[in-house]
Protein backbone atom coordinates (compact mmCIF):
# COMPACT_ATOMS: atom_id res chain seq x y z
CA UNK A 1 0.00 0.00 0.00
CA UNK A 2 1.35 3.58 -0.99
CA UNK A 3 2.31 5.32 2.43
CA UNK A 4 3.22 8.81 0.30
CA UNK A 5 0.14 11.13 0.22
CA UNK A 6 -0.05 12.73 -3.22
CA UNK A 7 -1.89 15.72 -4.74
CA UNK A 8 -3.18 16.20 -8.07
CA UNK A 9 -4.20 19.10 -8.96
CA UNK A 10 -6.03 20.93 -11.80
CA UNK A 11 -6.62 17.78 -13.93
CA UNK A 12 -9.64 17.04 -16.27
CA UNK A 13 -11.13 14.67 -13.81
CA UNK A 14 -12.88 11.75 -15.36
CA UNK A 15 -15.22 10.76 -12.86
CA UNK A 16 -18.25 7.76 -13.06
CA UNK A 17 -20.57 10.49 -14.89
CA UNK A 18 -19.11 13.31 -15.94
CA UNK A 19 -15.65 15.25 -16.56
CA UNK A 20 -14.96 17.61 -13.79
CA UNK A 21 -11.68 20.28 -13.44
CA UNK A 22 -10.53 19.37 -10.05
CA UNK A 23 -7.61 18.30 -7.54
CA UNK A 24 -7.06 14.64 -6.05
CA UNK A 25 -5.81 13.68 -2.70
CA UNK A 26 -4.22 10.41 -2.34
CA UNK A 27 -3.62 8.82 1.35
CA UNK A 28 -2.41 5.69 2.46
CA UNK A 29 -3.38 3.87 -0.77
CA UNK A 30 -6.94 5.72 -0.68
CA UNK A 31 -8.53 7.97 -2.65
CA UNK A 32 -9.14 10.69 0.29
CA UNK A 33 -10.67 13.52 -1.50
CA UNK A 34 -12.37 14.60 -4.78
CA UNK A 35 -12.13 18.60 -4.96
CA UNK A 36 -13.30 19.83 -8.43
CA UNK A 37 -14.78 23.38 -9.24
CA UNK A 38 -17.85 23.29 -7.73
CA UNK A 39 -15.63 23.34 -4.47
CA UNK A 40 -14.27 27.02 -5.88
CA UNK A 41 -10.73 28.07 -6.21
CA UNK A 42 -10.63 29.07 -2.29
CA UNK A 43 -12.07 25.92 -0.84
CA UNK A 44 -10.27 23.69 -2.94
CA UNK A 45 -6.64 25.13 -1.70
CA UNK A 46 -8.39 25.10 1.85
CA UNK A 47 -8.92 21.13 1.58
CA UNK A 48 -5.98 20.70 0.08
CA UNK A 49 -4.03 21.91 2.62
CA UNK A 50 -5.68 20.34 5.26
CA UNK A 51 -4.90 17.12 4.02
CA UNK A 52 -1.71 17.83 3.51
CA UNK A 53 -0.99 20.69 1.06
CA UNK A 54 2.12 21.41 -0.94
CA UNK A 55 4.85 21.01 1.66
CA UNK A 56 3.23 17.52 3.19
CA UNK A 57 2.23 15.61 0.00
CA UNK A 58 4.14 15.21 -3.52
CA UNK A 59 2.21 17.21 -5.89
CA UNK A 60 1.64 16.11 -9.20
CA UNK A 61 0.76 18.99 -11.88
CA UNK A 62 -2.42 17.52 -14.22
CA UNK A 63 -3.06 20.94 -15.70
CA UNK A 64 -3.92 20.59 -19.43
CA UNK A 65 -4.56 16.89 -18.88
CA UNK A 66 -6.87 13.87 -17.90
CA UNK A 67 -7.06 12.63 -14.44
CA UNK A 68 -8.99 8.63 -15.29
CA UNK A 69 -8.88 5.64 -12.99
CA UNK A 70 -6.35 2.96 -14.13
CA UNK A 71 -7.29 0.93 -16.61
CA UNK A 72 -8.55 -2.89 -16.02
CA UNK A 73 -7.74 -5.24 -19.06
CA UNK A 74 -9.26 -8.96 -18.27
CA UNK A 75 -8.74 -10.26 -21.94
CA UNK A 76 -4.93 -10.10 -22.97
CA UNK A 77 -2.68 -12.96 -24.10
CA UNK A 78 0.20 -10.77 -25.11
CA UNK A 79 2.26 -12.31 -22.57
CA UNK A 80 2.31 -15.48 -24.38
CA UNK A 81 4.13 -13.08 -26.82
CA UNK A 82 6.35 -11.97 -24.30
CA UNK A 83 7.71 -15.71 -23.43
CA UNK A 84 7.47 -16.93 -27.24
CA UNK A 85 7.89 -13.88 -29.58
CA UNK A 86 8.38 -15.90 -32.37
CA UNK A 87 7.67 -20.35 -33.47
CA UNK A 88 10.50 -22.80 -31.11
CA UNK A 89 11.88 -19.51 -29.17
CA UNK A 90 11.04 -19.74 -25.55
CA UNK A 91 12.49 -17.16 -23.42
CA UNK A 92 12.49 -17.34 -19.44
CA UNK A 93 9.50 -16.98 -17.83
CA UNK A 94 10.55 -14.83 -15.02
CA UNK A 95 11.86 -12.13 -17.47
CA UNK A 96 9.15 -12.37 -20.15
CA UNK A 97 6.55 -11.15 -16.71
CA UNK A 98 9.50 -8.54 -15.82
CA UNK A 99 9.68 -7.34 -18.99
CA UNK A 100 5.98 -7.30 -19.98
CA UNK A 101 5.14 -5.88 -16.43
CA UNK A 102 7.35 -2.63 -17.16
CA UNK A 103 5.06 -1.91 -20.40
CA UNK A 104 1.88 -2.10 -18.93
CA UNK A 105 1.66 1.41 -16.94
CA UNK A 106 3.39 3.21 -20.03
CA UNK A 107 -0.21 2.27 -21.44
CA UNK A 108 -2.31 2.83 -18.28
CA UNK A 109 -2.78 -0.80 -17.44
CA UNK A 110 -2.98 -0.94 -13.62
CA UNK A 111 -4.68 -4.31 -13.55
CA UNK A 112 -3.90 -7.25 -15.91
CA UNK A 113 -5.48 -10.05 -16.40
CA UNK A 114 -3.21 -12.25 -18.00
CA UNK A 115 -5.11 -14.76 -20.30
CA UNK A 116 -3.38 -17.96 -20.47
CA UNK A 117 -4.58 -20.56 -22.55
CA UNK A 118 -4.67 -24.21 -22.33
CA UNK A 119 -5.14 -26.42 -25.16
CA UNK A 120 -4.93 -25.36 -29.15
CA UNK A 121 -2.94 -22.12 -30.46
CA UNK A 122 0.37 -20.52 -29.45
CA UNK A 123 3.08 -20.40 -26.85
CA UNK A 124 1.96 -20.72 -23.27
CA UNK A 125 -0.89 -22.81 -24.14
CA UNK A 126 0.62 -26.09 -23.15
CA UNK A 127 -0.12 -27.32 -19.99
CA UNK A 128 3.54 -27.25 -18.21
CA UNK A 129 4.52 -23.81 -19.36
CA UNK A 130 0.71 -22.61 -18.05
CA UNK A 131 0.84 -24.23 -14.67
CA UNK A 132 4.38 -22.51 -14.45
CA UNK A 133 3.03 -19.39 -15.27
CA UNK A 134 0.50 -19.48 -12.97
CA UNK A 135 2.47 -20.25 -10.42
CA UNK A 136 5.43 -17.87 -11.04
CA UNK A 137 2.51 -14.94 -11.20
CA UNK A 138 1.55 -15.91 -7.51
CA UNK A 139 4.83 -16.10 -6.18
CA UNK A 140 5.49 -13.03 -8.30
CA UNK A 141 2.89 -10.96 -6.79
CA UNK A 142 3.12 -11.66 -3.60
CA UNK A 143 6.52 -9.94 -2.89
CA UNK A 144 6.97 -6.96 -5.55
CA UNK A 145 4.71 -5.22 -8.07
CA UNK A 146 4.34 -2.61 -10.27
CA UNK A 147 0.38 -3.14 -11.50
CA UNK A 148 -2.14 -5.81 -10.41
CA UNK A 149 -1.59 -9.08 -11.28
CA UNK A 150 -4.63 -11.65 -12.11
CA UNK A 151 -5.22 -14.79 -14.30
CA UNK A 152 -7.64 -15.11 -16.39
CA UNK A 153 -7.14 -19.13 -17.39
CA UNK A 154 -8.56 -19.98 -21.45
CA UNK A 155 -9.72 -23.30 -21.52
CA UNK A 156 -9.95 -24.90 -24.51
CA UNK A 157 -12.66 -27.50 -24.30
CA UNK A 158 -11.31 -30.22 -26.82
CA UNK A 159 -8.17 -30.27 -24.25
CA UNK A 160 -9.34 -33.29 -22.66
CA UNK A 161 -6.12 -33.83 -21.13
CA UNK A 162 -6.20 -30.43 -19.53
CA UNK A 163 -9.66 -30.70 -17.93
CA UNK A 164 -8.07 -31.67 -14.38
CA UNK A 165 -5.87 -28.63 -14.31
CA UNK A 166 -8.67 -26.39 -14.63
CA UNK A 167 -10.46 -28.26 -12.17
CA UNK A 168 -7.36 -28.07 -9.72
CA UNK A 169 -6.80 -24.33 -10.22
CA UNK A 170 -10.49 -23.77 -9.77
CA UNK A 171 -10.80 -25.45 -6.28
CA UNK A 172 -7.65 -24.29 -4.98
CA UNK A 173 -8.81 -20.37 -6.44
CA UNK A 174 -6.01 -19.79 -7.99
CA UNK A 175 -7.19 -18.30 -10.97
CA UNK A 176 -9.66 -14.99 -10.95
CA UNK A 177 -11.37 -15.40 -14.22
CA UNK A 178 -12.37 -18.71 -16.57
CA UNK A 179 -13.45 -19.12 -20.23
CA UNK A 180 -14.06 -21.53 -21.82
CA UNK A 181 -13.27 -21.46 -25.77
CA UNK A 182 -13.66 -23.84 -28.94
CA UNK A 183 -11.56 -23.18 -31.85
CA UNK A 184 -12.69 -26.30 -33.67
CA UNK A 185 -13.10 -25.29 -36.91
CA UNK A 186 -16.49 -25.17 -38.81
CA UNK A 187 -18.12 -23.28 -36.25
CA UNK A 188 -17.10 -19.47 -33.55
CA UNK A 189 -14.07 -17.99 -35.68
CA UNK A 190 -13.48 -20.55 -37.70
CA UNK A 191 -16.81 -20.87 -39.39
CA UNK A 192 -15.09 -20.21 -42.82
CA UNK A 193 -13.70 -23.12 -44.81
CA UNK A 194 -9.53 -23.45 -44.26
CA UNK A 195 -9.47 -20.60 -41.99
CA UNK A 196 -8.19 -22.60 -38.63
CA UNK A 197 -5.92 -24.45 -40.56
CA UNK A 198 -4.55 -20.98 -42.49
CA UNK A 199 -4.10 -19.72 -38.87
CA UNK A 200 -2.17 -22.79 -37.08
CA UNK A 201 0.26 -22.86 -40.12
CA UNK A 202 0.60 -19.08 -39.62
CA UNK A 203 1.45 -19.34 -36.03
CA UNK A 204 2.88 -22.60 -34.81
CA UNK A 205 4.97 -23.01 -37.88
CA UNK A 206 3.44 -26.08 -38.78
CA UNK A 207 3.24 -27.51 -42.99
CA UNK A 208 0.22 -28.70 -44.44
CA UNK A 209 0.69 -32.11 -43.61
CA UNK A 210 1.22 -31.42 -39.92
CA UNK A 211 -2.12 -29.09 -39.42
CA UNK A 212 -4.42 -31.58 -41.39
CA UNK A 213 -2.93 -33.91 -38.39
CA UNK A 214 -4.26 -30.83 -36.00
CA UNK A 215 -7.29 -30.88 -37.45
CA UNK A 216 -8.28 -34.39 -37.50
CA UNK A 217 -7.44 -34.98 -33.84
CA UNK A 218 -9.15 -31.86 -32.65
CA UNK A 219 -12.33 -32.70 -34.31
CA UNK A 220 -12.03 -35.96 -32.70
CA UNK A 221 -11.37 -34.88 -29.13
CA UNK A 222 -14.32 -32.33 -30.03
CA UNK A 223 -16.67 -34.81 -30.25
CA UNK A 224 -16.04 -36.20 -26.62
CA UNK A 225 -16.37 -33.17 -24.92
CA UNK A 226 -18.61 -33.83 -22.03
CA UNK A 227 -20.57 -30.84 -21.34
CA UNK A 228 -22.78 -31.69 -18.43
CA UNK A 229 -19.03 -31.59 -16.63
CA UNK A 230 -17.92 -28.50 -18.28
CA UNK A 231 -21.44 -27.06 -16.86
CA UNK A 232 -21.02 -27.85 -13.52
CA UNK A 233 -17.30 -26.48 -13.88
CA UNK A 234 -18.71 -23.12 -14.59
CA UNK A 235 -20.87 -23.09 -11.94
CA UNK A 236 -18.30 -24.05 -9.19
CA UNK A 237 -16.41 -20.96 -10.41
CA UNK A 238 -18.87 -19.28 -10.30
CA UNK A 239 -19.91 -19.83 -6.95
CA UNK A 240 -16.62 -19.86 -5.64
CA UNK A 241 -16.61 -15.96 -7.36
CA UNK A 242 -14.19 -16.55 -10.19
CA UNK A 243 -16.20 -14.90 -13.22
CA UNK A 244 -16.77 -16.78 -15.93
CA UNK A 245 -16.97 -16.18 -19.73
CA UNK A 246 -18.01 -17.91 -22.90
CA UNK A 247 -15.97 -16.74 -26.23
CA UNK A 248 -16.56 -16.08 -29.90
CA UNK A 249 -20.70 -16.76 -29.44
CA UNK A 250 -21.66 -16.97 -33.14
CA UNK A 251 -25.44 -17.34 -31.67
CA UNK A 252 -28.35 -16.66 -29.28
CA UNK A 253 -28.46 -20.34 -28.63
CA UNK A 254 -25.00 -20.33 -27.83
CA UNK A 255 -25.51 -17.27 -25.72
CA UNK A 256 -28.30 -19.40 -24.13
CA UNK A 257 -26.69 -22.33 -23.46
CA UNK A 258 -23.32 -21.09 -22.03
CA UNK A 259 -25.30 -19.18 -19.31
CA UNK A 260 -25.95 -22.62 -18.15
CA UNK A 261 -22.09 -22.45 -17.20
CA UNK A 262 -22.46 -19.61 -14.72
CA UNK A 263 -20.91 -17.39 -17.17
CA UNK A 264 -21.63 -13.32 -16.73
CA UNK A 265 -19.18 -12.76 -19.61
CA UNK A 266 -20.17 -13.44 -23.42
CA UNK A 267 -16.26 -12.39 -24.75
CA UNK A 268 -16.12 -11.43 -28.53
CA UNK A 269 -19.47 -12.22 -30.13
CA UNK A 270 -19.19 -12.85 -33.73
CA UNK A 271 -22.24 -10.54 -35.07
CA UNK A 272 -24.48 -7.78 -33.71
CA UNK A 273 -27.66 -10.37 -33.16
CA UNK A 274 -25.47 -12.54 -30.76
CA UNK A 275 -23.81 -9.20 -28.39
CA UNK A 276 -27.57 -7.63 -28.33
CA UNK A 277 -28.89 -11.28 -27.46
CA UNK A 278 -26.42 -11.19 -24.67
CA UNK A 279 -26.53 -8.01 -23.77
CA UNK A 280 -30.56 -8.13 -23.21
CA UNK A 281 -29.96 -11.31 -20.66
CA UNK A 282 -27.91 -8.96 -18.38
CA UNK A 283 -24.38 -10.84 -19.49
CA UNK A 284 -21.26 -8.25 -19.89
CA UNK A 285 -20.20 -8.13 -23.32
CA UNK A 286 -16.83 -7.92 -23.90
CA UNK A 287 -15.12 -6.28 -27.56
CA UNK A 288 -11.30 -5.58 -28.24
CA UNK A 289 -9.42 -2.65 -28.63
CA UNK A 290 -7.67 -3.53 -31.49
CA UNK A 291 -11.08 -3.77 -33.50
CA UNK A 292 -11.78 -0.11 -32.21
CA UNK A 293 -8.38 1.61 -32.97
CA UNK A 294 -8.33 -0.31 -36.30
CA UNK A 295 -11.44 0.09 -37.43
CA UNK A 296 -12.77 -3.36 -37.37
CA UNK A 297 -12.20 -6.89 -36.58
CA UNK A 298 -8.74 -8.67 -37.92
CA UNK A 299 -10.93 -11.83 -38.80
CA UNK A 300 -13.37 -10.14 -40.84
CA UNK A 301 -16.11 -10.22 -37.51
CA UNK A 302 -18.62 -7.57 -36.10
CA UNK A 303 -17.25 -4.09 -35.74
CA UNK A 304 -16.76 -3.56 -32.01
CA UNK A 305 -18.01 0.17 -32.63
CA UNK A 306 -21.29 -0.83 -34.15
CA UNK A 307 -21.95 -2.74 -31.38
CA UNK A 308 -20.92 -0.05 -28.96
CA UNK A 309 -23.40 2.50 -30.77
CA UNK A 310 -25.91 -0.56 -30.39
CA UNK A 311 -25.56 -0.42 -26.87
CA UNK A 312 -24.47 -3.94 -27.23
CA UNK A 313 -21.26 -3.92 -25.83
CA UNK A 314 -20.14 -2.31 -22.52
CA UNK A 315 -16.11 -3.65 -21.81
CA UNK A 316 -13.21 -3.34 -23.71
CA UNK A 317 -10.13 -5.03 -23.65
CA UNK A 318 -6.96 -5.01 -25.03
CA UNK A 319 -7.16 -8.59 -26.47
CA UNK A 320 -3.52 -9.29 -28.06
CA UNK A 321 -2.35 -5.28 -28.24
CA UNK A 322 -2.04 -3.20 -24.52
CA UNK A 323 -1.03 -0.21 -26.35
CA UNK A 324 -4.65 -0.19 -27.94
CA UNK A 325 -7.06 0.03 -24.70
CA UNK A 326 -6.37 3.66 -23.87
CA UNK A 327 -5.79 4.97 -27.48
CA UNK A 328 -10.08 2.95 -28.34
CA UNK A 329 -10.75 4.66 -25.43
CA UNK A 330 -9.75 8.13 -26.47
CA UNK A 331 -10.93 7.25 -30.29
CA UNK A 332 -14.62 6.25 -29.16
CA UNK A 333 -14.70 9.50 -27.15
CA UNK A 334 -12.70 11.66 -30.09
CA UNK A 335 -15.36 10.33 -32.85
CA UNK A 336 -18.49 10.69 -30.98
CA UNK A 337 -19.17 7.36 -30.23
CA UNK A 338 -19.76 7.86 -26.64
CA UNK A 339 -18.60 10.28 -24.50
CA UNK A 340 -15.71 10.39 -22.76
CA UNK A 341 -16.36 9.14 -19.67
CA UNK A 342 -18.55 6.53 -20.82
CA UNK A 343 -15.69 5.47 -22.90
CA UNK A 344 -13.18 4.99 -19.69
CA UNK A 345 -15.96 3.30 -18.22
CA UNK A 346 -16.05 0.65 -20.93
CA UNK A 347 -11.78 0.04 -19.90
CA UNK A 348 -12.24 0.85 -16.21
CA UNK A 349 -15.73 0.21 -13.57
CA UNK A 350 -16.88 -1.91 -16.10
CA UNK A 351 -14.52 -4.86 -16.07
CA UNK A 352 -14.15 -4.41 -12.25
CA UNK A 353 -17.90 -4.64 -11.92
CA UNK A 354 -17.25 -7.95 -13.96
CA UNK A 355 -14.47 -9.52 -11.89
CA UNK A 356 -16.53 -8.53 -8.39
CA UNK A 357 -13.65 -5.72 -7.83
CA UNK A 358 -16.26 -2.86 -8.69
CA UNK A 359 -16.24 -1.70 -4.81
CA UNK A 360 -12.79 -1.51 -4.92
CA UNK A 361 -11.51 0.33 -7.90
CA UNK A 362 -12.39 0.53 -11.55
CA UNK A 363 -13.44 4.47 -10.94
CA UNK A 364 -12.28 7.86 -9.23
CA UNK A 365 -14.23 8.28 -6.43
CA UNK A 366 -13.69 8.31 -2.42
CA UNK A 367 -12.60 5.68 -0.78
CA UNK A 368 -11.28 3.61 -3.58
CA UNK A 369 -8.00 2.09 -4.51
CA UNK A 370 -5.98 4.50 -5.90
CA UNK A 371 -5.50 3.33 -9.38
CA UNK A 372 -5.01 6.18 -11.32
CA UNK A 373 -3.62 7.66 -14.21
CA UNK A 374 -2.53 11.33 -15.61
CA UNK A 375 -2.70 11.56 -19.18
CA UNK A 376 -1.85 14.06 -21.89
CA UNK A 377 -2.55 13.82 -25.61
CA UNK A 378 -0.38 15.24 -28.70
CA UNK A 379 -1.65 15.50 -32.21
CA UNK A 380 -4.85 14.09 -30.04
CA UNK A 381 -3.44 10.84 -29.34
CA UNK A 382 -3.16 10.03 -25.55
CA UNK A 383 -0.45 8.98 -23.56
CA UNK A 384 0.06 8.38 -19.74
CA UNK A 385 2.22 11.07 -18.19
CA UNK A 386 1.62 9.39 -14.47
CA UNK A 387 0.54 5.96 -13.21
CA UNK A 388 0.11 5.19 -9.78
CA UNK A 389 -0.96 1.65 -8.27
CA UNK A 390 -2.22 1.56 -4.72
CA UNK A 391 -1.52 5.18 -3.89
CA UNK A 392 2.28 4.38 -5.30
CA UNK A 393 3.85 6.20 -8.01
CA UNK A 394 4.96 3.25 -10.48
CA UNK A 395 5.63 5.17 -13.68
CA UNK A 396 6.25 8.78 -14.39
CA UNK A 397 7.48 10.53 -17.66
CA UNK A 398 8.12 13.59 -19.75
CA UNK A 399 9.18 15.05 -23.19
CA UNK A 400 11.51 16.63 -24.27
CA UNK A 401 11.30 19.35 -26.84
CA UNK A 402 14.37 19.26 -29.67
CA UNK A 403 15.32 22.80 -30.58
Known amino acids: MGAEKLLIQGGRVVLEDRLAEGDIVIENGRITAILTEQDGRAGREAAAAER ?3 DKARCIDAKGKYVLPGLIDIHCDAIEKEVQPRPNTLFPLEMALIEFERKLPVHGITSMYHSLSLGVGLSLRGDHLLTQMIKLIHRYRSRRAMIRHGIHLRYEVAHLAGLPIVEQFVRERKVDYLSFMDHSPGQGQYKEEGSFERYVMKNQGVD ?5 EIVRDLLERQQRV ?3 HLSDLGRLAAEQGISVASHDDDSPD ?3 EFMGFGVNVSEFPMNI ?3 QFAAEQGLHVCVGAPNV ?3 GSHDKN ?3 VDAIQFGAADILCSDYHPASLLAAVFKLAEQGIIDLAAAVRMASLHPAKALGVGGERGSIAIGKQADVLVVDTFD ?3 MVSHTIVDGTLVYESSAYFPR
Not at 208 to 212: A, S, T, W
Open 254 to 256: RVR
Open 52 to 54: GGE
Open 380 to 382: RYP
Open 226 to 228: DWK
Open 273 to 275: GTA
Open 302 to 304: MRA
Open 293 to 295: VRG
Open 208 to 212: VIEVQ
